[in-house]
Structure formats: C-alpha cells, structure tokens
C-alpha cells in the first residue's frame, strides 16, 4: 500500500513508519507544522522535524513538511481559547485528531494518491474498528474515539500492538536517533505551559464560593477545572475541598467535599459512534486520557455509571468502550 | 525523467566552473594572505578571480569583496548603516537585516517594484532588489535621496541582466556564486565610492578588513570562472530560455483554467513563471509534482522545509487565499526544451487532478 505515515519527530512514529516500510508498503513521512512563530520547542518545532527528517533519511523514506497552520489555529487552538473563555476544560489533542490528523491530513493524502495515512498511536485499527493498544499504560485509544469506520479503513496504527519498551526496543535495534527520546508532556502550541496558557486566554479574577460563602480568590475562573482542589486561595486546615461548578459570567467558582463532587451520571454532546451507532445499555465509560474505566450505561445521551464517579469537567471527552473496542464517545456538557 | 525547474533556488555548475576549481580541490593549495611562492600562488589566482568579477559587474576590483553569498553580501551592506530602508518585496537577507537596524520597510506597487515616491527623504540606505527572487519582476533602481547610499541584491538578476550597466547607480551590489552556476557559499559585494562598511567578520583584515578570513581559494575561483561564462553567454543564455519560459507559461495559462501569472510578464528576468493557481494548495501540487519528476516551489521556504505565505506576493496585494496557490517555475542556463515539455505534461494533468480530489 502506498501509505503516508505522520512523523512527530517522535519514537512512536519513527517505528510506525520503519514497521511499515519493513511490512513492504510504500512509506513516505510527513511532518506537519501546525503552530506559527519561531518556536523551537512543542510537537512542529524546528527540532522535531529535524528529527522526523533524519529518521526518514535513515530508513530511507521520503519526507514531506505540510504546513496545516491556518486550520491548526481555526480548528484547535481558537477553539481551545474559546472554550476556556466557558469556563470549560478542553482537550486540544482529540481536536486536533478531529480536525487535523484524521480530517485535513487525511484528506490531503487521498488527494495525493494514497491508500492511507499512519500515525504512532498507541491503540489498534482492525477491519474498520478501533480498539485499546496492547500496552494499557500507553493507550490513546481515548484521544482517536472520533474515528468512524470508513476512516479507520484507511488509518494504520502500527505500534498499537506494542508495548512502549518494545517500541524503544524496536527504534534503539534499528538505531534512531529518537530512541530514548522523552515522551511529549505539554500541549504542543503551550510549551511553556500554564504561563503560555495564561497568556492566551482572557482571565478574570473571581471568588471562591462555599455554602454561599465566599472563601477564596482565584486570578482567572477561566483556567479553573472541575474537581480542582488546588490553587483557589483557601486557607488550610478543612478537609479537601473540590471545584464543583466554575461560572464564568458570575466570576464565581463553587467548592465543596468529596462527596458533592461525586456524581452518578453524565451529559455528552457531539457523540461521534465508530459504527455510526448510539449503542444502548452497559458500557465501559473512560473520562480522561488516563483515566478510570467505570461500567456504565448509555441511553440517548445519558451516561449513567455503576458507581459514583467524581463530576466530569464541561468540555471533557467520554468515551464508551466494549471490552476493549472502542464504541465512540463524546463531550460532557 | 527529470524536470529540473528550480534555478533561482539554485543552479548546476558550470562546466567551467568546475574545471578552475578542481586543481584547488587538489594538488594546489596555499593561504592567500602568505608570502612565500605557494602563498603567492594562491594570492595570484584569487587576484584573477577578482579582475574577472570587476570586469563581469563594471567595477575597479578594489571594489570586490568576496562574501560567502547573497545573504552575507545582503547583510554585509545594510549592518551599519544609517536609516535603511527597503520595499516589502525584498529578500529575507535584507528584510531582517533592514529590521535588525530599526529600518523602515515601505510599500511597492501591485507590480512588485518599488516606487521613488515611496523612499522617505531621511533614508541614509535604500536597498532595492534588482530582479525579485519569487516572480522575476526587474525594479528600474530609483533615485535615492541626497546622501543615501544605494545597495542592490541582485543575487537573481546575474544570469539574465547586464548587471555592470543595470546596477551601475548602485554604491553596494549584491551576487552569489550558486545562482549563476558557481559553487553555493560563494559571492561578492561591489562597494563603491563612499558606502561605508561594518564588517561583519573581524580577524586578518582580509578584504581590506571588510571581510576578514582566510580566503576559499576554491569557491573564488569557481565563481569567476562562472561569473565569466555567465556573462560571456549571456545574450544567447536570455534569447534561448526567455523562449523556453514563454513557452512554458503560454502552454500552462492555455491548458489550465484559473490560473494567471502574478506579475506582468515583460517586467520580468526571462528564467521566471510565476503562477497563481485557483483552488489549489502548492504543497499539494509540488508533492505530486516531484512525484512525477518535476522540481519547482512555491515561493519561499523557512528553516522546517515547510512552506511559508509568500511575503512578496502579499506585498504586491495577491489575496492570501490565491497566493496558497502560487507556483514558481524558474529556468537556467542550462534549462532545455525537454524541462517545458514535461512540465507541459504533468502539471496540468496535476492540477486537474487535485481539484477533482478536493
């Protein structure tokens, strides 16, 4: 198959795409620049690509840089800002898996003749499915839930069936360069994290709330999470108190304990099914990239786990799985 | 098949150019700043090198310094310099060095060149591109006001203008080794009469301590010897591609709906195409057309290989949802009909397809 494999500069996709060419296919890398400015840290920086590059001279691919950033910037990152500016807690990298990876990349790849695109996820596509990678730790199978069936056709995840240790195994045998590199942390377009963060995003100081009482002081209720229990300004002593609802047009962020926190149902918004399907009744419900799977049941919208789980951040994907395969999943309103 | 259409990127050796060069990839050798006989030796042909470019560009050879190229020779004239300023169509080499010195950077017509009327009475430097390095345009180099000094980056125009006449108002001039099929890393800046020069390299004084470092004795002399049969070459080189070239974009503007050139094509060097597709992405169309042999770009690139909105077609006012589709084809001196006849081959049928697939 002539296939066009995602290169981050990373070790998961220099192995994707030294499996692939060791499968016999036809691999050419791509690179993509997402994020303007002169920026040599985060996933597009100079250094990366330099990488991606001097793996795919090594295993003598050919390699490509697209440059997708001006549908980075409408499609995740004003997005990203937008949902902040909420009071919500958006998760860029399932945006830009929606917009970017799985939506503009793969376009742009069937239109240049190929039979489909890799990436260095760790989860598995199988004959039109998406199921959870083999290493449980490393799984991203949450961040890929968006992939229909007609897109994973044409999606091959190559390092989903290792282990993160037989990845490096695998890149260090081959000698990459991208062998012990470390994993990504940060949201690509923030390197410099929460300080990147609190420069885009409008902030507005507003109080924290208990009881109708006002006990605290936050610098930006727009950066504030559900279920956040630090940084709210509370003087010690009390039991931990949690962020339970976060107003941003009353300035107001709301705390209690754990028990307020907890909550036996959900709302998602914008399911997306692989199947094309909503399924009904018992699930697997996953509400962070690592987070805790809790059966649960689904009903038109409605989430409704089998245990008190703690309140899901507005903005949050959940996703449904089956075992191990992935139903699809949606945002928490 | 290969359709090699990326000369103003850069351009394959002259023969000649590789013949001076090779003794000094070899048996000869010697510090040109030296004196003793193999020193001397050195000096010699570094000194033949430098009559020959005096003679090419229509200077005194005290006038030459050797740079390492354009963006050296670029910077090596504005560093320094009192209030430069340029047009929005320049090269990044002298962009960033106009910014780098406070400059000021002016608007240019929709044709791309710069207008007397635009340069502030102030200017202590205006530097004018002499033919644009993405579409081709020539400026006519304007008056500049009393006591400025003018420089030229006229890194594209050597192979196609007479630069010792075309440049002759400059002070500073800027050429490059690599476009003019001599060796990359190699060029020179004429500097004449009263333009003073910071260097930007500081050591043995070389150049007459305007460009300090031991000399490339190699790159000189190829160079040179390029320099010369570019210009010995010239008027039958411009003749035979302005052909080629018109055959090209005629072909292309006749095959291709939506498609114009940016620019006008009788205010251009005779190497450059330079096209506007409608409802195409250039990194598209330049991946399925290095798949099909064909060399070109868009407009420029950044340091990442990715490509960049191209500065000069948004400074001559081309929407920045045209320009995504902008495509430069640039011929050389030793382009032949078989280039035009591929490109006339694939990039239509490339451009066909990716619409349909849009």
């Not at chain 1, 499996?19 to 296919?25: K, N, Q, Y």
């Not at chain 1, 970017?100 to 069937?110: G, P, Q, S, T, Y």
């Not at chain 2, 239509?348 to 697939?357: D, Q, Y």
Request: charged share 25%.
């Amino acid at each position: 198959m002539k296939v066009l494999c995602a290169m981050s500069g990373g070790v998961d996709s220099s192995v994707a795409a030294a499996m692939l060419r060791d499968e016999g296919h036809d691999v050419t890398g791509v690179t993509l620049k997402l994020w303007g400015g002169p920026s040599d840290a985060g996933c597009c920086s100079v250094a990366d690509v330099d990488d991606a590059r001097r793996v795919a001279q090594q295993l003598d691919l050919h390699h490509v840089v697209f440059s997708f950033a001006d549908e980075f910037a409408r499609g995740v990152v004003e997005p990203y800002v937008r949902a902040h500016a909420e009071g919500r807690t958006p998760n860029p990298c399932i945006e830009c898996n929606r917009t970017i990876k799985f939506d503009v990349l793969l376009r742009r790849a069937e239109q240049l003749g190929f039979d489909a695109i890799a990436t260095g996820h760790h989860a598995r596509s199988v004959d039109g499915g998406l199921w959870r990678g083999a290493d449980r730790d490393k799984d991203q199978s949450y961040v890929l839930h968006m992939l229909d069936a007609a897109r994973l056709r044409r999606v091959l995840l190559p390092v989903g069936a290792l282990t993160k240790d037989e990845v490096r195994a695998r890149a260090a045998a081959l000698g990459l360069r991208t062998s012990s590199k470390p994993d990504s942390q940060e949201v690509c377009f923030l390197p410099g994290g929460g300080r990147d963060r609190a420069a885009m995003v409008t902030s507005t100081p507003g109080v924290v709330v208990e009881d109708g009482v006002t006990v605290g002081a936050v610098p930006a209720v727009e950066l504030v999470t559900i279920g956040q229990r630090r940084g709210l300004g509370l003087r010690g002593g009390a039991d931990p108190r949690y962020v339970l609802d976060v107003d941003v047009p009353a300035r107001t962020v709301t705390i209690g304990p754990l028990d307020a926190l907890l909550t036996d149902v959900v709302r998602v918004e914008d399911a997306t099914w692989v199947d094309g399907v909503a399924p009904t009744g018992e699930v697997l419900a996953q509400c962070s990239a690592h987070g805790r799977v809790t059966p649960a049941r689904y009903e038109s919208g409605v989430v409704t786990f089998a245990e008190p789980v703690r309140k899901v951040a507005p903005g949050q994907s959940v996703v449904l799985y089956d075992g191990d395969r992935v139903l699809g999943g949606g945002v928490a309103a | 098949m290969l359709g090699y259409l990326d000369h103003a990127a850069t351009t394959p050796m002259r023969p000649a150019a590789v013949e001076a060069m090779l003794p000094w990839l070899g048996e000869r050798f010697g510090n040109p700043s030296g004196g003793h006989r193999v020193a001397q030796a050195a000096r010699k042909a570094i000194d033949d090198a430098r009559d020959v470019v005096a003679d090419c560009l229509g200077c005194a050879p005290r006038e030459v310094v050797f740079t390492s190229g354009g963006t050296e020779g670029d910077n090596l004239a504005i560093f320094g310099a009192r209030n430069p300023v340029c047009g929005a169509t320049e090269h990044h080499a002298v962009l960033h060095a106009v910014e780098r010195e406070r400059g000021r950077i002016v608007p240019v017509h929709p044709d791309g060149r710069i207008r007397a009327e635009a340069i502030p009475g102030d200017a202590g430097l205006v530097s004018v591109i002499l033919a644009n390095n993405e579409v081709g345009t020539v400026n006519a180099l304007p008056a500049v006001p009393d006591g400025a000094v003018l420089h030229t980056d006229a890194v594209q125009a050597v192979t196609w203008l007479d630069v010792a006449d075309a440049a002759r108002a400059a002070d500073l001039v800027t050429v490059t080794g690599h476009k003019i099929g001599g060796p990359q890393g190699t060029g020179a800046l004429v500097v004449r009469g009263r333009a003073a020069l910071t260097p930007l390299v500081v050591g043995g004084g070389q150049e007459q301590e305007r460009r300090s470092g031991t000399h490339d004795v190699a790159g000189i002399v190829g160079f040179a010897a390029a320099l010369r049969a570019c210009t010995d070459t010239r008027d039958e080189t411009v003749e035979r591609v302005r052909k080629l070239r018109d055959r090209l974009a005629d072909g292309l503007l006749a095959s291709i709906p939506g498609v114009t050139e940016s620019g006008t094509r009788d205010t251009k060097v005779a190497g450059i195409c330079s096209l506007l597709i409608e409802d195409i992405e250039s990194e598209a169309l330049l991946f399925l057309l290095d798949e099909a042999g064909i060399c070109a770009t868009a407009a420029s690139s950044c340091a990442s290989g990715a490509l960049e909105p191209s500065h000069v077609l948004a400074a001559m006012g081309v929407p920045r949802d045209l320009a995504k589709g902008s495509l430069r084809l640039s011929l050389g001196w030793c382009s032949t009909d078989a280039d035009v006849d591929l490109a006339l081959d694939v990039i239509p049928a490339a451009v066909a397809r990716l619409r349909e697939r849009s």
